[in-house]
Structure formats: structure tokens, C-alpha cells
């Protein structure tokens, strides 16, 4: 909890019991835009429409997982929802209204003298109703109706209990009276805020109707305590924790249309926190931060059911400022609990960062958002990329229970940790039940008759609407693609996301390529048939984000995947210094391995990561410079060629080599037999783009004859042949041999006897090839990446990796540059 403020220091006792620190979580509640949804009991139909929104999520019920990591952390998270015993997370309750209970009381923060107990059963509440929803199961609805059933036996003993009616806790209500009167006490209203939003997804997804009644009495008895303080009385206990009070009856405003919800809710906007940022106005240092996310949440809902745009710039800056700078590369946000300074993230790597808490209510926040704002592409960026590195990476796949983690450890040597059945009950156990029954949630979403797919997940999607059924079958991120297959008819639009990342991504329909550019939608109309069928490849190439306050702190993606150095049982003390242009595939999909200062080193997707040490941030050298290296070849004598960019990147010159008159001084000339020149080792290393260009007089021209090849064996290289076996000039990439190279073929092979410029462009996912400075062909697919080659150690003018025949002719006035040249540029270097 807030242990910045002495009022609300934890006692000892819990500090005792929760070495991580204190609690946190969001909640639960349903995004009201799901409210109405096709398929939902007739009881939970909602009274009032969101203000705002254009984009709706379908039911748990129309989306089901199929075989995949998704549903196989379901699969763990629903085994623990049917082993956990629910009269021992109802002890506590009962014993509050003088109730029987044998139940053996549970340990961590539902033991009996923690302040906090009871949070754990409205998030049992909540993933119950979620797990009903998505398969059906009985069991799910049997233990929510139990629950929901006690909860009201307790609410209905309150006042002989000595309560105020409506009270519902498993602690007293003098704890109520010591967050008004500010006095120490953890954070009462949190933990009411998961029974709440547990009531209201029990309504909502389960179609339990006593769970409304319940909530309805617990409202009631909120406005009688709220409503009797006065606004500075109000604003003074809303420095502690209150989890997502507002959101919860913002959310069942929307749902009974009962004004008096709405004012409810609208006592928990805490002006200390909204006014900045309703100006836009990052002041979060210092501020503990899963206290506020779900404030934001709140802000949203309080938007969507009043159309009060202040509240849309407040979740709206607040999103843009965490995620733009509080935000690691894994998606989550915090040291030590605690936002820092902006941009703080190299400073900041410790085991208690990015407490996942924090991330499940960020992507609740960022689904709200979308909801609002769909042409906002990052918000689905963002929402990727946390579900992938942090959320799917944070359960034990080695737990049948599903156990999760707190914090997700960002210092070098860091390590997950996990909870466990009993005595653990963290924040994050409690949010953990939550996330990993929700995944089919955030897959399709509609509007009208326009579907939008916005992950990659094996899946199938009921669309009741329009009679169809889509089918996603996919092994995304491992196989770079995916694959929609409908069955039924009607005409409608399917809009598919094309990721920023996925450069060079294609896109098909029924085998016909249709246009699909990197960073937004893919749209898609027609009169679908039964069988038709939607294929679209997503190239994903190596990078090295830095962090903002650090160009020299690095992470290393592959796509938006992020991957971590195993380190198995060594730890370490500082962050390993990474050699970017050694980092390279393996056999096994997503797995590379790399040299760092600490030898070999493995690495794997984070969200693989688990029993063994690791490290996300690396430290690497400096970022290559524009003009990596530039051969003037104007020496007269000897075998080195000076490089003129200044970076020292001295060329060798090998066997029938001589100096000759070029096209501007002299040249190196190549007697096309044994000569050829050796540029340094790992020359276009960490290039996410490149620019080769250079003049070249071809004496005679022999078919796979090099102008450069630049790479390590026949496996992995990029080269210039003047002529392809197809009879044209050709430029190639490939990390995976001939069969896989990417090309881009001349309409003709070089020209002999003149001096002619040739250069080639790599990057963004295209790659172009000029010749005598006009574009003579390009290709548009290229995914592949100079960097992507790792560390070439064979990189030739002249000559082939393979047994081709040697270059006859030479060489002048070669530059190198870790961009992509314009076409303006090209022409330059070519007069
Ligand atoms: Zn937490």
C-alpha cells in the first residue's frame, strides 16, 4: 500500500506477511461496452448506452481459445478455480457476521488479521463469471452461485451484525471509519471494489440475479457513507487506495440507469490525481501506481455514461504519458511499485519493477480506450505487446494451478517468483485469475458489420450478427502468419490488423493478394462464402529498442516479441554488454543466441522465461553511424584500403587485385580469378536498414559473378551479382540459404565496359536496386535486415560465399550506410 503516507503504513504485522510490499489490483468489472451484448441473459441487458464508443467487444461466450499458450493458461488458471475451496475464502466473511465457519482460515493476505482479506473472493467472483462465459461449464456457475449466495447471507445479517445495512466485508466497518478519519488502515475500499466488480461480472457474465441485488445493497450503503462527508473530507481519503470504486459504479450506472450510481461513482474522482492530468500534465513521480490506474478506468466509464469529455482527456493523457514515459519494453510500468521520473527506465531495474497488477489494468484501460478511439492503432500495439512479454509470461507453466507472478523483475539477474494455492493471495494472484480467464476477450471486437481482428490467437469467433462462424488458426509468434477461414455467407467487412512491425507483411484472399500496409487495418469487403479463406504473413525482424534515458540500455525483439538472455542459475551484478550483430537464429523458432561479455548466451521470448535467471536490458555499444564506411580506392600501393568515413573500417585486398584509374581517382581492380577485397567483419551489424552504393566497370561479365556479397557461409548473406542464373542483375538477402532468399531482379544485367553506379536499398520492409542512379526494380516484401544477418564474417567485393566465378573488372568509390538512401540521394552519388 502507500507506504508513503504514515497514515496508512501497513503494520508489521503485514508487512511481515507480504515481503513484496503491499497490494494492489484493479478489478474486474466488465467493460460496459460488452453491456448488451449478443448472447447475454435477458437480466443483464443494460438500460443506458455508452457515450462515445464505436467499437464493441463480442461476449466471452462467442470467442473460444483454441490449442495454444493462451488456452493452455486458461486451462491452469481454471484447474485452481475448480480446486480452490470456497469456504475458505468465505471464512472470514461469515465469521464478520457472526456466522459458523470450520473452513481452515487461508494464509497470505487473506489471512484473518490482514486488513485486506476478502479481496481474493471478488476476484474468484469475477473469474468465475468469466470462465462460465467462455466455456459453459457448470462447475463455474455453481461456485459462483454458492458464493454469491453466502456473500448475501453475510449482507443480510448486517445491521444484526452491528453494521450499517448493505456492509458487506470480511472485516469490520470501523475500517471504514479509519480511512475517513485518516487513520492507519490498509485500504478498505480497494478490496470492497473486487466484490463489487465480482458481483457485477456475476451479473453480467453468469446471469446470477441475487449477485445485482447484492451489489445494488453494497452501493446503497457506499452513497451513505460517501454522501455524509464533505467534498475535502472526500478528497483527503481518496489518497488511499480505493482500487476502481468509481469505474465499478460507473459500470452499474450503465447497467440499472439508477442516478444515484452515477453520483456514487463520481465521489471517488480524485482531484488530486484528474486535475493534472485533465491539463495534460505528467506529475505521477512519486505516486504509487496501481492506485491510480484504476482510477483512469474509472475516468473512462465515468466518460462513456456521460459523455463529460474531461474525463476522456483524463484517461486519455494519463495513457499517453505511462505508456510514453513510465513504460518498459516487456509493457509494464513502476519500480519498487512507485511511477518515476519520466523516462526513467535504465535507472530503473530492479526485482520489484513492473508489478503485473499494474499491466492488467493498463490493458483494461487501453480496451476502453479503443473502444473510443478504434483509427488509434498503438493502443492495439501496446496491448500485444503487454499480453505477449509480460501477461502470458507471468503464470508458471509448471504450476497445474496456474500460480503467477507479483512483479516482473527487470534487473539483470532477475528471476521470476510465483504464488501458490493458500498463502499467497496476492493482489496479483487475485488479478492473475482474472487474466488468464479473459484471453478470448480482446481478439475480435465489432461494429455494425465490420469485424475487427486485432490478435493472433488460435481462436474461433461465433459472430451471431451475421450468421458466421471465422475460424483464426494460427502459431503466431513462433510461425510469422495467420490464417481466417469462414464458414457461413453474407457481405460484411473483415478489418485485420497489419502491425507496425510487420514490415513487408502480405496479405491474401482465397490465394489473391489484396494490399496490406504496416500500421493500421487491412480492409477487407466482399460477400463472403463458406470456405473463403484470409492469409496474412507477418514478417518479423530482429531490433534493439533503447530505453529513453539510455541509447547504449537495449532490449532485443524479434517483431514485438521481446527476448531475454537465459542465465540459467548465475546471477548477475551489472547488465551484460550485448554484441547486437552476434545475435542469431537457431534451429528452434524464436530462439537466438548471442556472444555478450559473459560468454555465449542463449536467448528466448521472456514469456518462455521461467526457473532460471535473466536479463532484459543489455548494454551495447553505440548505435552505428550513417556512413558506416566509405572506399574511396584512390591508394596507389599495398593491400588496404583506407575507409574515408573515419570510422577505421579498413579494407583488405586478396590475391589478383591491382590499382587501376577509376571513375574518380584510381579504383581497385579485380582480375576475376582469385581477387577480391575483405571488408571488416560484422560491417553492417545492428543495421535495421542499408544503403549499398558504388561505381563498378565490368570488364567481362561471368552469370553469379559478385559486385559484394556480404555475409558469414551460403546460409546467411545479402549480395549484388551482376547476372543471375535468370539472366539479370540481382540483389538477394537470405538467412536461411538460396530457397529463402528475398530478391530484387533487374530487367538486365549490368553493362560491360563503362563505368556504371549501382546501389542498393534495404529497409522498411522494401528493398530497391538503382541503377546509374534511376530505379530499375524493387521489391516490397523484404522483410529481411542487414542486421538481421548477425555478425557476417565474409564480407566481399568480388566475390561469391558460394564456388561462383570471381568479379572481372573493378571497383571504386564504394559507401556503406546504416540507412535507406533516397532516391534524390542516389541520383547524387551517381553524377
Ligand atoms: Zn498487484
Known amino acids: 500500500m502507500r507506504r508513503s503516507r504514515p497514515a496508512n503504513a501497513p503494520s508489521a504485522a503485514q508487512l511481515s506477511i507480504n515481503r513484496r510490499t503491499l497490494l494492489r489490483a484493479g478489478a474486474a468489472a466488465v467493460g460496459g461496452s460488452m453491456l448488451g451484448a449478443v448472447g447475454l441473459p435477458r437480466a443483464a441487458r443494460a438500460a443506458r448506452t455508452d457515450t462515445g464508443v464505436s467499437v464493441y467487444a463480442f461476449p466471452l461466450s462467442a470467442v473460444t481459445l483454441l490449442s495454444g499458450p493462451f488456452q493452455q493458461n486458461m486451462t491452469r488458471t481454471q484447474a485452481y478455480l475448480n480446486f480452490v475451496d470456497a469456504d475458505r475464502l468465505l471464512h472470514t466473511f461469515r465469521l464478520n457476521y457472526g456466522l459458523s465457519s470450520s473452513a481452515q482460515p487461508c494464509g497470505g493476505w487473506e489471512a484473518p488479521d490482514v486488513e485486506l482479506r476478502g479481496h481474493s473472493t471478488g476476484h474468484l467472483l469475477s473469474a468465475l463469471a468469466q470462465s462460465y462465459a467462455n466455456t459453459g461449464a457448470s462447475s463455474y456457475k455453481t461456485k459462483g452461485d454458492y458464493v454469491v449466495g453466502a456473500l448475501a447471507t453475510c449482507q443480510a445479517r448486517a445491521t444484526a451484525a452491528g453494521y450499517n445495512s448493505g456492509f458487506l466485508a470480511a472485516f469490520p466497518e470501523s475500517f471504514i471509519d479509519r480511512v475517513e478519519a485518516r487513520q492507519n488502515v490498509w485500504a478498505p475500499y480497494y478490496t470492497l471494489h473486487k466484490i463489487m466488480a465480482g458481483l457485477l461480472d456475476q451479473y453480467l457474465l453468469a446471469g446470477n440475479a441475487q449477485a445485482l441485488t447484492v451489489l445494488k445493497a453494497m452501493a446503497a450503503w457506499v452513497k451513505f457513507r460517501m454522501g455524509r462527508l464533505s467534498y475535502s473530507q472526500r478528497q483527503s481519503m481518496l489518497d488511499t487506495e480505493f482500487g476502481g470504486m468509481n469505474e465499478v459504479l460507473a459500470n452499474l450506472y450503465q447497467v440499472t440507469g439508477d442516478p444515484d450510481h452515477l453520483t456514487t461513482a463520481e465521489y471517488f474522482d480524485h482531484a488530486r490525481m484528474f486535475d493534472p492530468l485533465a491539463a495534460g500534465s505528467d506529475q505521477l513521480a512519486g505516486f504509487h501506481a496501481n492506485t491510480q490506474i484504476p482510477k483512469m478506468l474509472g475516468a473512462i466509464r465515468e466518460y462513456h455514461a456521460t459523455g463529460t469529455t474531461r474525463y476522456h482527456d483524463i484517461a486519455t493523457n494519463f495513457w499517453d504519458i505511462v505508456v510514453g514515459h513510465h513504460t518498459y519494453v516487456i509493457g509494464g510500468n513502476s519500480n519498487g511499485e512507485y511511477f518515476q521520473q519520466p523516462d526513467g527506465i535504465a535507472g530503473q531495474l530492479s526485482d520489484t519493477t513492473c508489478e503485473v497488477c499494474n499491466s492488467y489494468n493498463m490493458l483494461k484501460l487501453t480496451r476502453q480506450l479503443f473502444f473510443t478511439d478504434p483509427a488509434?492503432?498503438?493502443?492495439?500495439?501496446?496491448?500485444?505487446?503487454?499480453?505477449?512479454?509480460?501477461?502470458?509470461?507471468?503464470?508458471?507453466?509448471?504450476?497445474?494451478?496456474?500460480?503467477?507472478?507479483?512483479?516482473?523483475?527487470?534487473?539483470?539477474?532477475?528471476?521470476?517468483?510465483?504464488?501458490?494455492?493458500?498463502?499467497?493471495?496476492?493482489?496479483?494472484h487475485g488479478t492473475g485469475m482474472e487474466t488468464h480467464t479473459k484471453f478470448a476477450d480482446s481478439i475480435y471486437f465489432y461494429s455494425g458489420s465490420t469485424l475487427y481482428v486485432n490478435l493472433f490467437v488460435a481462436s474461433t469467433l461465433n459472430w451471431a450478427a451475421q450468421g458466421v462462424t471465422i475460424r483464426q488458426d494460427t502459431t503466431f509468434p513462433e510461425a510469422a502468419s495467420t490464417k481466417l477461414t469462414v464458414t457461413g455467407s453474407g457481405t460484411f467487412t473483415i478489418k485485420i490488423r497489419v502491425?507496425?512491425?510487420?514490415?513487408?507483411?502480405?496479405?491474401?484472399?482465397?490465394?489473391?493478394?489484396?494490399?496490406?500496409?504496416?500500421?493500421?487495418?487491412?480492409?477487407?469487403?466482399?460477400?463472403?462464402?463458406?470456405?473463403?479463406?484470409?492469409?496474412?504473413?507477418?514478417?518479423?525482424?530482429?531490433?534493439?529498442?533503447?530505453?529513453?534515458?539510455?541509447?547504449?540500455?537495449?532490449?532485443?525483439?524479434?517483431?514485438?516479441?521481446?527476448?531475454?538472455?537465459?542465465?540459467?542459475?548465475?546471477?548477475?551484478?551489472?547488465?551484460?554488454?550485448?554484441?547486437?550483430?552476434?545475435?542469431?537464429?537457431?534451429?528452434?523458432?524464436?530462439?537466438?543466441?548471442?556472444?555478450?561479455?559473459?560468454?555465449?548466451?542463449?536467448?528466448?521470448?521472456?514469456?518462455?522465461?521461467?526457473?532460471?535467471?535473466?536479463?532484459?536490458?543489455?548494454?551495447?555499444?553505440k548505435p552505428l553511424p550513417e556512413l558506416v564506411a566509405w572506399y574511396k580506392f584512390d591508394e596507389t600501393a599495398g593491400t588496404s584500403a583506407q575507409d574515408s568515413s573515419g570510422n577505421g573500417k579498413t579494407a583488405t585486398l586478396t590475391g589478383g587485385t591491382s590499382w587501376t584509374a577509376g571513375h574518380s581517382g584510381n579504383a581497385v581492380a579485380l582480375d576475376g580469378s582469385s581477387g577480391y577485397v575483405t571488408l571488416p567483419a560484422g560491417i553492417l551489424a545492428g543495421a535495421a536498414a542499408c544503403t549499398v552504393a558504388t561505381w563498378v566497370r565490368l570488364d567481362t561479365i561471368s552469370t553469379w559473378a559478385r559486385v559484394f556479397d556480404f555475409g558469414s557461409d551460403t546460409t546467411t548473406n545479402m549480395f549484388l551479382t551482376p547476372q543471375s542464373g535468370a539472366g539479370t542483375a540481382r540483389f538477394a538477402i537470405t538467412t536461411s540459404g538460396a530457397s529463402g532468399e528475398q530478391q530484387i531482379n533487374a530487367p538486365a544485367a549490368?553493362?560491360?565496359?563503362?563505368?556504371?553506379?549501382?546501389?542498393?536499398?534495404?529497409?522498411?520492409?522494401?528493398?530497391?536496386?538503382?541503377?546509374?542512379?534511376?530505379?530499375?526494380?524493387?521489391?516490397?516484401?523484404?522483410?529481411?535486415?542487414?542486421?538481421?544477418?548477425?555478425?557476417?564474417?565474409?564480407?566481399?567485393?568480388?566475390?561469391?560465399?558460394?564456388?561462383?566465378?570471381?568479379?572481372?573488372?573493378?571497383?571504386?568509390?564504394?559507401?556503406?550506410?546504416?540507412?535507406?538512401?533516397?532516391?534524390?540521394?542516389?541520383?547524387?552519388?551517381?553524377?
Open 499 to 621: 502491425p507496425g512491425w510487420a514490415a513487408g507483411a502480405a496479405l491474401t484472399v482465397n490465394g489473391a493478394a489484396v494490399g496490406a500496409s504496416p500500421g493500421g487495418y487491412a480492409t477487407i469487403t466482399r460477400t463472403w462464402a463458406s470456405g473463403d479463406v484470409v492469409n496474412l504473413t507477418l514478417p518479423m525482424a530482429l531490433s534493439f529498442p533503447a530505453a529513453p534515458d539510455s541509447a547504449t540500455t537495449q532490449a532485443v525483439k524479434i517483431g514485438p516479441i521481446v527476448l531475454a538472455g537465459a542465465y540459467g542459475s548465475t546471477d548477475l551484478t551489472a547488465l551484460p554488454t550485448l554484441t547486437p550483430s552476434s545475435v542469431k537464429a537457431t534451429s528452434t523458432p524464436l530462439q537466438y543466441t548471442a556472444t555478450a561479455s559473459t560468454g555465449t548466451v542463449t536467448l528466448l521470448p521472456f514469456y518462455k522465461m521461467h526457473h532460471q535467471r535473466y536479463t532484459v536490458y543489455w548494454n551495447v555499444s
Open 750 to 831: 549490368l553493362p560491360t565496359g563503362a563505368w556504371t553506379h549501382v546501389a542498393v536499398t534495404v529497409g522498411g520492409g522494401v528493398g530497391v536496386l538503382y541503377v546509374n542512379g534511376a530505379e530499375v526494380a524493387r521489391n516490397a516484401a523484404m522483410s529481411l535486415s542487414p542486421g538481421g544477418l548477425g555478425g557476417t564474417t565474409q564480407n566481399r567485393l568480388g566475390r561469391s560465399q558460394y564456388a561462383d566465378p570471381y568479379l572481372d573488372g573493378a571497383v571504386d568509390d564504394l559507401r556503406l550506410y546504416s540507412r535507406v538512401l533516397t532516391a534524390t540521394e542516389i541520383a547524387a552519388l551517381a553524377r
Open 376 to 428: 488509434r492503432t498503438d493502443y492495439i500495439d501496446y496491448y500485444e505487446r503487454t499480453l505477449w512479454n509480460q501477461m502470458l509470461g507471468e503464470q508458471d507453466p509448471n504450476s497445474a494451478h496456474g500460480f503467477v507472478t507479483y512483479y516482473t523483475p527487470l534487473r539483470p539477474g532477475g528471476i521470476k517468483t510465483y504464488s501458490n494455492d493458500y498463502d499467497d493471495f496476492t493482489c496479483d
